[in-house]
């Protein structure tokens, strides 16, 4: 192979060997957080829903896998808030992001 193509083909070498799946860990927080995203929204608690977008935007990696959990689990709870289920106290519902948020930063360390 010349050293051209080789140079050329390695970013997407190492795109694709670090493509794998997402941990336990980021998923389920991921999807903690889209749910309190949904709740947030059909509840009308627009600066929770913020900040669990937030949460999400500035503490995952930006790739469409974690961002399509993320939807996913959205639009789950809020078509579930559509079906009669009660809007839990908006006190509970902070407590449950800042679970959520430290759940993140636990599955995605920031590194100095």
């Known amino acids: 192979m010349k050293p051209r193509i080789f ?5 997407l070498v190492f795109a694709v060997m670090g493509a794998g799946a997402a941990s336990p860990a980021a998923v389920s927080a991921l999807e903690e957080l889209g749910r309190i995203n949904g709740i947030a929204l059909a509840c009308k608690q627009p600066a929770l829903g ?4 937030n ?3 500035t503490g995952a990696p930006k790739t469409r896998e974690y961002g399509d959990l993320f939807e996913q689990a ?4 809020f078509l579930a808030q559509g079906q009669g289920t ?10 449950a992001l800042d679970l959520a948020e430290r759940a993140l930063q636990a599955a995605f360390p920031r590194t100095p």
Do not use: H, I
């Not at 140079?7 to 970013?11: D, G, K, Q």
């Not at 009660?86 to 407590?95: G, K």
């Open 86 to 95: 009660v809007c839990p106290d908006p006190r509970e519902l902070s407590q």
């Open 74 to 77: 959205t639009n789950t709870a």
């Open 50 to 53: 913020s900040r669990a977008r």
């Open 7 to 11: 140079f050329a083909l390695l970013p």
């Open 55 to 57: 949460a999400v935007t």
